[in-house]
Each structure stands twice: as structure tokens, then as C-alpha cells.
């Protein structure tokens, strides 16, 4: 081996730990946005678990006051905690952000478009979930309202019809390219299937779009990502 084409003063990019639960809508989010950017060697997962309400314990919520997930980790000790946040990170680590806009006109469209998913569709399923059904149990769900939960699940489903009127008219959310916006929808629909709240028939832009999205193999491998692989002997 030729130690002239070593570079010894070479360093390993820094690791980051993501702290989330595998199948969740929201950290969907991020780990599709670590797998556009191609970020997955960089990351290690921490896994807290939603169903024993471990993201309301004082452990956690010393990394994320609001107790949500998912919360980002730099090797400096710093947390990142929000999807947008999260993802606006990501995007700029390479300089050269795909998901967050390119121009000032890319990036206004594309915050506008995922914080109208986040109003329209995520959150208000979120609420759905928390007031409406049994969500985590009842030791997590210590105060509901039955229905401000169902209102909010028909605000869901406004929002669906508002997005499929969208994308009838271009092939992703903010206009001709993938985007966080296309991710935000992405995690709504995401939990609409885990609490079985179908999107309606008539919204065929949608739901074509939504199977197209499904092929992506970063919305694809979004749980087995943080699974441990075999390390090579």
C-alpha cells in the first residue's frame, strides 16, 4: 500500500443519535428526510418507547421540554427537537439542500405547503388519536375531550380533499419536486392508517400519488432503518 495516497489528517463526519419510536408518524418524518439525504451511516437510534409513556418522563423531557418525538442529538451534546427543525438540519449539513427549498421561491412554497399539512392533516389526526380513541392507554392519555377529537378528525378529511385538489394539478405537494411537504403529507397518512381513518374515496390524486410515495424506499425502509445489521467479520 502506498502511504502517499493516505491522508492521515482525514476524520470521520460526526454521529448523530435520533430518539424516537420506529413506526411513528412523526418521526417517519425525519427518517425519511436521513434517507433522501442519504444520512443513515451517520445516525444511531434511541429508542423511547410511546406505549410506557417514556417520552413524558423527567429522563426525556431533560432532552425535549415539550416531550415529543423525534429529538435529534449532535455529538456536541446539542437537541434538536421538531420535525422542520430537524429536517432543516439534515438538508443543510451538505450544503447543497434537495428538501427544503433551493430558492427564496422554493422555500416559501415549500414551508407554506408542509405547515398546511401539519395544520390540515398530521396534527389534527394527532388530536384525533389522543382525544377520540383509546390512544397510548390510560396512563399516557390523562385528559381527553371526545369531541374536539372528532372535530378534529373532520378537519383531517378536509384536509385530504384540500390536498388532493392539489395534486391534480402537479405531481407533488409544493410543485414539480419531492419535498419536506411531500414528507408531512407523507406522516399524515402514515398515522390516518394507523388509526384507520381511510382517505375518501373520491380523493383519487391522493391516493395515487400516496402509492407512488410508498415505492420511494425511503418512505419504503423507514422502520427497518434503525434495526442493528450484522457487522462483517
Known amino acids: 500500500m502506498n502511504s502517499d495516497n493516505i491522508d492521515f489528517g482525514a476524520t470521520k463526519p460526526a454521529m448523530m443519535t435520533i430518539y424516537d419510536w420506529p413506526t411513528g408518524p412523526y418521526p417517519a418524518r425525519v427518517r425519511i428526510a436521513l434517507a433522501e439525504k442519504k444520512l443513515q451511516s451517520r445516525v444511531r437510534f434511541g429508542t423511547v418507547d410511546l406505549w410506557k409513556g417514556e417520552h413524558k418522563k423527567p429522563e426525556f423531557l431533560?432532552?425535549?421540554?415539550?416531550?415529543t418525538l423525534p429529538v435529534l442529538e449532535l455529538d456536541d451534546g446539542t437537541f434538536i427537537a421538531e420535525c422542520t427543525a430537524i429536517t432543516e438540519y439534515l438538508d443543510a449539513?451538505?450544503?447543497?439542500?434537495?428538501l427544503t427549498g433551493r430558492t427564496p421561491r422554493e422555500k416559501g412554497l415549500i414551508h407554506m405547503m408542509s405547515k398546511r399539512a401539519e395544520l390540515e392533516l398530521l396534527d389534527a389526526i394527532s388530536v384525533y388519536f389522543h382525544h377520540?380513541?383509546?390512544?397510548?392507554?390510560?396512563?399516557?392519555?390523562?385528559?381527553?375531550?371526545?369531541?374536539?377529537g372528532f372535530r378534529q378528525r373532520d378537519k383531517a378529511l378536509r384536509g385530504m380533499h384540500y390536498f388532493d385538489a392539489i395534486l391534480k394539478r402537479q405531481p407533488f405537494v409544493a410543485g414539480e419536486v419531492f419535498s419536506?411537504?411531500?414528507?408531512?403529507v407523507i406522516g399524515g397518512l402514515i398515522f390516518a392508517g394507523l388509526v384507520k381513518l381511510p382517505v375518501p374515496a373520491?380523493?383519487?390524486?391522493?391516493?395515487?400519488?400516496?402509492?407512488?410515495?410508498?415505492?420511494?424506499?425511503s418512505v419504503k425502509n423507514r422502520v427497518t432503518m434503525s434495526e442493528p445489521t450484522e457487522t462483517p467479520v
Open 62 to 67: 431533560a432532552k425535549n421540554y415539550s416531550g
Open 93 to 98: 449539513l451538505d450544503g447543497a439542500p434537495t
Open 132 to 148: 377520540a380513541t383509546p390512544g397510548l392507554g390510560p396512563d399516557v392519555e390523562i385528559y381527553q375531550n371526545a369531541e374536539w
Open 180 to 184: 419536506m411537504a411531500d414528507i408531512t
Open 202 to 217: 373520491e380523493c383519487g390524486a391522493l391516493q395515487a400519488w400516496y402509492a407512488r410515495m410508498q415505492e420511494r424506499p
